[in-house]
């Protein structure tokens, strides 16, 4: 009896121990035909119901699975394949690549439903500007005002973002905005990406995100680019206005197994529409180089350099063009311009520490400089010698990012917790505002000084998975250090500050079925001030926060259609305002903003694609009176729409609008700034390995004004200052013909 006793615990706990090692989790790895591995498959089990996506890397973890069951494994853009689990350790699932269709997006498989969207765009209807790498964020719009060198002006819900005060953007990991920059706080230059190079646009609205710290008000864009190519190619440009582009694109290790390099090169020159030449040009080089270990760490090492040089005829005044002074392309002060560089150093690190527990990490290092000349107001300060500006700065930047990602069970529920820290300090020596002449001569240094400033930052971030609903309770730690030396001051001395700040976000989906998940998302983020302001001010507003909240909609009513829509409110305790001719960032108070998001995505058949965008928004100024509450360029309603051709025998190409209402350009909404629509086509055709077609810019020949301001100024032979419509003219019909040639 005891025998028999000792056998049967015996055997349970057998049974125990075999369905712990053989039911439980389960591993594996998903890459494409080339044997590169692909992130974010979702992989179902469909015995036991059980779900995983897979990792960086391409692995996977997935719970209660065991040899016979059955599992599907997915990716928008590749083959659903299903397989069935042997008793191996580990399984490598193989997806081949095929044309995308809406059809197979499931929304509940998503990791990021809105992010998938744009990968959707990005493949339907490719890149090939830096100007159009933003507009692939829906509801963003972008305007270049100064020749083409400088970083473009960005709208984004209901906000004249400037440079990019209220948008946090970042590329593998780098931060693009610049803090306390000689032009404006948050200053966002892009132009150092290739836009071929760009394998994933990762974004977000709201201050909701834990891993987004400063600047993250009105939303984040993350760029990440590819690790591989799939060939080698050659891209020649030739367009009007003297305007030549040429892009290569280099594998440099075709084939190796576990290791990929390619480099990038890009070389563009154009005069622009202007009368006086814009004689821009600006060279891009980019390398990378990943390598896959055993242990399925992976390492990348991208290095890349900038530089761009533009001359700029500047924001003209409507009476110049009124009167017939100057035409619409015409100049006050042909002498505008400027050039800069960068050059970045990144080191991306991951490593599956064990099955439920990832590391990704990344250390980098950017050299950065930066010289533009600028004539706002041309005669009011000085009508002697006019009023330019030269503003400059010479900065390096160091940082790290570092992320733990660990999945685990509270009882049935699934919990995925990420905790990480970062650092980024920025050494911006000779920060200058000078008062200057043609471009030759420098009359008065307004500012000059050195910026050394310290972020700090830790969060952390829970998301309980319930089944069909999950929340995400998140909390984000911000420490700042700004020292000031002013180089025009007689004595020595280091002016600092010193702020923290907490930050607690709060996010919850409902999937209530396959195809429909409703959302709702709130949270507190913040800017920070330039530094030189912030020591000024003896530590008052140094970080204001902003408080927003969204409730929110992604449907797929049909297996072609996608439709997401959003109802949002987000309130700032305080705008910034730069005034660049006198070097200060101007607080303007409390501000409110409201609205609606809607997109679409539409496939018509196998080989047209119809998306759209709009935001309807009402932003003012809580503060002050009606009717002088508004905000000076805030748009309220925005639209972009477009058909794609892709996968039609050798053809693609796509039409796109893009209308932006008219604005209000002060606070009385007294001078308002004039809206447009702007329509773009492009047509290529494939022939074997040469890849022929042609773009139009403008394809009506609208007359358009593409960055608009309110501004007080006065002309050589006015006695009185004038304040209206300043205005940089977009582009008018511009044809441009490429030829790409793959091996």
Same mark, same amino acid.
């Given at each position: 009896?005891?025998l028999?006793?000792?056998?049967?615990?015996?055997?349970?706990?057998s049974?125990?121990?075999?369905?712990?090692?053989?039911?439980?989790?389960?591993?594996?790895?998903v890459?494409?035909?080339?044997?590169q591995?692909?992130?974010?498959?979702?992989?179902y089990?469909?015995?036991?119901?059980?779900?995983?996506?897979?990792?960086?890397?391409?692995?996977?973890?997935i719970?209660?699975?065991?040899?016979?069951?059955?599992l599907?494994?997915?990716?928008?853009?590749?083959k659903?394949?299903?397989?069935?689990?042997?008793?191996?350790?580990?399984?490598?699932v193989?997806?081949?690549?095929?044309?995308?269709?809406l059809k197979?997006?499931?929304?509940?498989e998503?990791i990021?439903?809105?992010?998938?969207?744009?990968?959707l765009?990005?493949?339907?209807?490719?890149?090939?500007?830096?100007?159009e790498?933003?507009?692939?964020v829906?509801?963003?719009?972008?305007?270049?005002?100064?020749?083409?060198?400088?970083?473009?002006q960005?709208f984004?819900?209901?906000?004249?973002?400037?440079h990019g005060?209220d948008?946090s953007?970042?590329?593998?990991?780098?931060p693009?905005?610049?803090v306390?920059?000689?032009?404006?706080?948050?200053?966002?230059?892009?132009?150092?990406?290739?836009?071929e190079?760009?394998n994933?646009?990762?974004f977000?609205k709201?201050?909701?995100?834990?891993?987004?710290?400063?600047?993250?008000?009105?939303?984040?864009?993350?760029?990440?680019?590819?690790?591989?190519?799939?060939e080698?190619?050659?891209?020649?440009?030739?367009g009007?206005f003297?305007?030549?582009?040429?892009?290569?694109?280099?594998d440099?290790?075709?084939?190796?197994?576990?290791?990929n390099?390619?480099?990038a090169?890009?070389y563009?020159?154009?005069?622009?529409p202007?009368?006086?030449?814009?004689?821009?040009?600006?060279?891009?080089?980019?390398?990378?180089?990943?390598?896959?270990?055993?242990?399925?760490?992976?390492?990348s090492?991208?290095?890349s350099?900038?530089t761009?040089?533009?001359?700029?005829?500047?924001q003209?005044?409507?009476?110049?063009?009124?009167?017939?002074?100057?035409s619409?392309?015409g100049?006050?002060?042909a002498?505008?311009?400027?050039?800069t560089?960068?050059t970045n150093?990144?080191?991306?690190f991951?490593?599956?520490i064990d099955?439920?527990?990832?590391?990704?990490?990344?250390?980098?290092y950017?050299?950065?400089?930066?010289?533009?000349?600028?004539?706002?107001?041309?005669f009011?300060?000085?009508?002697?010698?006019?009023?330019?500006i030269?503003?400059?700065? *010479?900065? +390096?930047?160091?940082?790290? @990012? #570092?992320? =733990?990602?660990? &999945?685990?069970?509270? !009882?049935?529920?699934e919990?995925?917790v990420?905790?990480?820290?970062?650092?980024?300090?920025?050494?911006?020596?000779?920060?200058?505002?000078?008062?200057?002449?043609?471009?030759?001569?420098?009359l008065?240094?307004?500012q000059?000084? *050195?910026? +050394?400033?310290?972020?700090m @930052? #830790?969060f =952390?971030?829970a &998301?309980?998975?319930? !089944?069909?609903?999950?929340i995400?309770?998140?909390?984000?730690?911000?420490?700042?250090?700004?020292?000031?030396?002013?180089?025009l001051?007689?004595?020595?001395?280091?002016?600092s500050?010193?702020?923290?700040?907490?930050?607690?976000?709060?996010?919850?989906?409902?999937?209530? @079925?396959?195809?429909?998940?409703?959302?709702?998302?709130?949270g507190?983020?913040?800017?920070?001030?330039?530094?030189?302001?912030v020591?000024?001010?003896?530590g008052?507003?140094?970080?204001?926060?902003s408080?927003?909240?969204?409730?929110?909609?992604?449907?797929?009513?049909?297996?072609?259609?996608?439709?997401?829509?959003?109802?949002?409110?987000?309130?700032?305790?305080q705008?910034f305002?730069?005034?660049g001719?006198a070097?200060?960032?101007?607080?303007?108070g409390?501000?409110?903003?409201?609205?609606?998001?809607?997109?679409?995505?539409?496939?018509i058949n196998?080989?047209?694609?119809?998306?759209?965008?709009?935001?309807?928004?009402?932003?003012?100024?809580i503060?002050?009176?009606?009717?002088e509450?508004?905000?000076?360029?805030a748009?309220?309603?925005t639209?972009t729409s477009?058909?794609?051709?892709?996968?039609?025998?050798?053809?693609?190409?796509?039409?796109?609008?893009?209308?932006?209402?008219?604005r209000?350009?002060?606070?009385?909404?007294?001078?308002?700034?004039?809206?447009?629509?702007?329509?773009?086509?492009?047509?290529?055709?494939?022939l074997?390995?040469?890849t022929?077609?042609?773009?139009?810019?403008?394809?009506?020949?609208?007359e358009?004004?593409?960055?608009?301001?309110?501004?007080?100024?006065?002309?050589?032979?006015?006695?009185?200052?004038?304040?209206e419509?300043?205005?940089?003219?977009?582009?008018?019909?511009?044809?441009?013909?490429?030829?790409?040639?793959?091996?």
């Amino acid at each position: 009896m005891k025998l028999k006793m000792n056998q049967k615990l015996v055997l349970i706990i057998s049974l125990i121990i075999f369905n712990f090692t053989n039911a439980q989790i389960f591993s594996g790895k998903v890459v494409n035909d080339k044997n590169q591995p692909l992130e974010a498959a979702y992989i179902y089990n469909l015995n036991s119901k059980s779900h995983a996506h897979s990792a960086i890397n391409g692995t996977f973890t997935i719970d209660n699975t065991k040899a016979g069951d059955s599992l599907r494994v997915g990716l928008l853009g590749y083959k659903t394949q299903t397989l069935y689990v042997k008793n191996e350790e580990k399984l490598q699932v193989v997806l081949a690549e095929k044309a995308f269709e809406l059809k197979e997006l499931v929304i509940s498989e998503e990791i990021n439903a809105l992010t998938t969207k744009v990968k959707l765009d990005l493949q339907t209807n490719p890149v090939n500007s830096s100007q159009e790498i933003l507009r692939k964020v829906p509801g963003l719009f972008i305007g270049q005002h100064a020749g083409g060198g400088k970083a473009e002006q960005i709208f984004l819900r209901g906000f004249d973002i400037d440079h990019g005060t209220d948008v946090s953007i970042s590329v593998d990991g780098i931060p693009v905005n610049m803090v306390s920059h000689a032009h404006g706080q948050g200053y966002s230059d892009l132009h150092f990406i290739i836009p071929e190079t760009i394998n994933k646009i990762d974004f977000g609205k709201g201050g909701y995100y834990a891993d987004q710290g400063d600047f993250n008000t009105a939303g984040y864009v993350d760029f990440s680019t590819k690790e591989y190519l799939n060939e080698s190619s050659i891209n020649v440009s030739v367009g009007q206005f003297n305007t030549v582009r040429t892009v290569g694109l280099f594998d440099l290790l075709e084939k190796k197994k576990n290791q990929n390099a390619y480099m990038a090169v890009e070389y563009i020159e154009t005069d622009g529409p202007f009368e006086a030449p814009q004689s821009f040009n600006r060279l891009n080089l980019f390398g990378k180089y990943t390598a896959y270990a055993d242990d399925n760490s992976k390492v990348s090492l991208t290095a890349s350099h900038f530089t761009s040089r533009w001359d700029a005829s500047g924001q003209i005044p409507q009476r110049a063009v009124d009167d017939g002074s100057i035409s619409r392309f015409g100049a006050i002060d042909a002498t505008e311009g400027g050039e800069t560089s960068r050059t970045n150093v990144n080191v991306e690190f991951f490593k599956a520490i064990d099955s439920r527990t990832n590391l990704t990490a990344n250390a980098f290092y950017s050299q950065y400089a930066f010289e533009l000349y600028s004539n706002f107001t041309f005669f009011l300060e000085d009508p002697i010698n006019g009023d330019q500006i030269r503003q400059k700065e *010479d900065r +390096n930047i160091f940082g790290a @990012n #570092a992320a =733990v990602d660990y &999945t685990s069970f509270l !009882g049935d529920v699934e919990l995925d917790v990420t905790a990480g820290l970062g650092l980024r300090h920025d050494v911006n020596d000779d920060v200058e505002l000078s008062k200057t002449r043609n471009r030759r001569e420098t009359l008065e240094n307004i500012q000059l000084g *050195d910026i +050394n400033q310290t972020n700090m @930052n #830790a969060f =952390v971030e829970a &998301t309980f998975d319930f !089944g069909k609903f999950k929340i995400s309770p998140a909390l984000r730690l911000d420490y700042f250090n700004f020292l000031y030396n002013d180089q025009l001051q007689p004595t020595f001395e280091t002016q600092s500050e010193r702020k923290a700040i907490i930050s607690p976000k709060l996010n919850l989906f409902y999937n209530a @079925n396959d195809n429909l998940q409703l959302y709702a998302k709130s949270g507190l983020g913040f800017h920070s001030n330039d530094a030189r302001v912030v020591v000024s001010n003896e530590g008052r507003d140094i970080l204001p926060r902003s408080y927003g909240t969204d409730l929110g909609v992604i449907w797929k009513p049909t297996p072609d259609l996608l439709i997401n829509t959003a109802a949002w409110y987000l309130f700032l305790e305080q705008e910034f305002v730069y005034v660049g001719d006198a070097g200060i960032v101007e607080p303007s108070g409390k501000t409110e903003r409201y609205g609606l998001d809607l997109g679409l995505r539409y496939q018509i058949n196998n080989w047209l694609f119809f998306d759209s965008d709009a935001t309807i928004t009402k932003a003012r100024a809580i503060e002050e009176n009606d009717g002088e509450d508004f905000i000076p360029l805030a748009p309220d309603f925005t639209l972009t729409s477009g058909l794609s051709i892709n996968n039609l025998g050798n053809f693609s190409g796509g039409l796109r609008v893009r209308y932006l209402d008219d604005r209000p350009a002060n606070e009385d909404n007294s001078i308002v700034a004039e809206g447009y629509v702007v329509t773009d086509f492009n047509l290529n055709y494939k022939l074997n390995k040469i890849t022929i077609g042609f773009a139009i810019e403008n394809l009506f020949d609208v007359e358009w004004n593409e960055t608009q301001f309110a501004t007080e100024s006065r002309l050589q032979n006015e006695v009185n200052p004038v304040e209206e419509i300043h205005f940089t003219p977009g582009t008018q019909f511009f044809l441009k013909g490429n030829i790409t040639y793959r091996f």
